[in-house]
């Protein structure tokens, strides 16, 4: 199975952010809209450049060290910049081999250099407990004659 499996099922949709925007702004679109994290765009669209992402633990990294009110900090001086993503033909099982060894929760996927969806580390988890479990009912069928 593919990560194109993954992002048909689930859409192409990606929250995106500024780089100037504010670790406040941050906070209030992850509450917003149930997620973990933004990916970073020059534009704060999906169809701007990708510049890294933020996550949950970036802002918690920033609020443990102190540094200042997160309506005075921005997501250029916060986020994780060296971005590892995948691409929509990418196999699934490489999906979590590189999440499991860089130990990360979100994986952008491109497609030409374009942002076309991102896929958690929960999605890859469901579509291969979803992929085992139709093996696992093929395998019984056929014992069963």
Do not use: W
Not at 10 to 23: E, N, S
Not at 58 to 86: E, K, N, P, W, Y
Not at 102 to 115: A, D, F, Q, V
Request: proline share 3%; net charge neutral.
């Amino acid at each position: 199975m593919l990560l194109q499996t993954i992002l048909q099922r689930k859409g192409g949709m990606v929250y995106t952010i500024r780089p100037d925007a504010t670790l406040q702004d941050v906070l209030y679109r992850l509450i917003h809209h149930g997620i973990g994290a933004l990916v970073v765009t020059s534009t704060g669209e999906q169809d701007g450049q990708v510049l890294g992402i933020i996550t949950e633990r970036d802002i918690l990294r920033t609020c443990a060290s102190g540094v200042g009110a997160l309506s005075a900090l921005r997501v250029s001086d916060h986020m994780t910049r060296q971005l590892f993503t995948g691409s929509p033909e990418d196999p699934i099982e490489e999906a979590m081999r590189l999440m499991t060894e860089k130990r990360i929760r979100h994986l952008p996927i491109l497609s030409e250099g374009r942002l076309v969806g991102l896929v958690s580390i929960g999605d890859v988890v469901k579509a291969q407990h979803d992929l085992l479990a139709v093996e696992n009912r093929f395998m019984k069928d056929y014992i069963r004659g």
